[in-house]
């Protein structure tokens, strides 16, 4: 075993059989009939090609999403000139990430990130050989441009990891942010919007920085707002030259023809699976809202999940609530918890919980001040 894995855990949160799963950031809908359907006569046209490789530059894919990408931009108020040349898909945007992190980082490389954040990022840098160092957010995890601009300049990273809205803090930062890091550093800048679609109203995405910036790449997915995190697919964006060099990383025919085939077929029914973005965002605000009622701290979210702090005991919340048959996250962040938004069933059943347990036990939240 390599000695810089000895002491490591792996990525995993619980997976545990109860009625109400709200620790993973899942799309708490299902996929509607309508799509179910339209995957199913999709898929049933290849079987008989399976002994066939699939299509290792997944170029029907490539056009759906840009496509798809064509249309977020243009809601979002922003013109990018998008090509097929410019986007690279794996399974899960963490494939995505290990590829660039496998091209641009390894060892005697740094990859800084601004933590707490996404905990796959230092396991996928240093699964490289690449070396860690992570620069503390601010006191309320936001990000201002000054701050991250001296802290890029001053460790001159190969790569820096930005994560907009952030796991698990759901803070969203502006494009600022983005330019400044890009701006001190001569590496890569990989900006993670796994949770984009959930930001309302609809923040520019950082792929309208993409000209004339070689070095910046946008990663997102399909398992969030797309309820396809079975699925397993995840995409970048970013100039064709360095999309060209992931290919010297990516193993032969990592897509397979099922996971392009549905992945396309999701894409030509994007509106039908976006539409529950909308009641999601009502359960995040309402989860938000009574958590701040009953004396929680919560933090303005742009995701699909809430962050709340002024807990005693994390754990014992977490132990309390998976007793009554509901799974929230215990995040390693003192006094915190993280609770994605489920369906409003869901949502009702997390919040008449907080309420009971509050009721039993007034020592969970923090004395105040």
């Known amino acids: 075993m390599r000695s810089d894995l000895v002491g490591l855990k792996p990525y995993g949160a619980p997976h545990l059989d109860v009625p109400v ?5 899942e799309n708490a809908y299902p996929i509607p009939d309508v799509v179910v359907e339209s995957m199913r006569s999709a898929v ?3 079987f008989a090609g399976l002994n066939r490789y ?5 170029e029907d894919l490539r056009g759906h999403l840009v496509s798809y990408l064509d249309g977020v931009n243009r809601r979002a108020g922003g013109a990018v000139d998008l090509s097929p040349e410019m986007i690279w898909a794996g399974n899960g945007s963490n494939e995505v990430l290990s590829h660039i992190v496998q091209a641009f980082g390894g060892p005697g490389r740094t990859v800084l990130g601004f933590t707490p954040s996404y905990s796959m990022h230092p396991l996928i840098a240093t699964g490289t050989g690449a070396s860690w160092q992570s620069s503390a957010r601010n006191d309320d995890f936001a990000l201002d441009a000054d701050a991250v601009g001296a802290e890029v300049a001053d460790v001159d990273p190969d790569i820096v990891f930005l994560c907009t809205p952030n796991n698990p803090t759901g803070t969203s930062i502006g494009l600022d942010v983005i330019e400044a890091a ?3 550093c001569s590496g890569i800048v990989i900006v993670d919007e796994a949770y984009a679609e959930f930001s309302r109203p609809a923040r520019p995405s950082a792929m309208t920085l993409l000209a004339g910036r070689p070095r910046l790449v946008v990663s997102r997915t399909m398992s969030k707002a797309f309820a396809c995190a079975g699925l397993r697919l ?3 964006i ?3 030259e360095l999309i060209d060099v992931l290919r010297l990383v990516r193993l032969p025919y990592h897509l397979s023809d099922i996971t392009q085939v549905l992945a396309c077929t999701a894409l030509e029914h994007a509106d039908v699976l976006l539409d529950n973005v909308d009641r999601l965002i009502d359960s995040r605000d309402r989860i938000s809202q009574h958590l701040r009622d009953v004396g929680f701290t919560v933090f303005p979210s ?3 999940f809430v962050l709340f702090g002024n807990i005693s005991s994390p754990q014992t919340l977490w132990q309390r609530l998976l007793d009554r048959g509901i799974l929230i996250r215990d995040i390693g962040i003192t006094h915190h918890a993280r609770v994605n938004a489920g369906t409003e069933v869901e949502t009702t059943a997390f919040l008449r919980a907080i ?3 509050l009721g039993e036990d007034p020592g969970i939240l923090l004395p105040a001040g």
Do not use: K, T
């Open 21 to 25: 799963q709200l620790n993973v950031n």
């Open 44 to 46: 049933d046209g290849h």
């Open 54 to 58: 699939p299509d290792r530059e997944f």
């Open 182 to 184: 890009y701006d001190n």
């Open 234 to 236: 995840g995409y970048a």
């Open 238 to 240: 970013a100039a064709p």
């Open 302 to 304: 742009d995701s699909n």
């Open 355 to 357: 309420d009971e347990i």
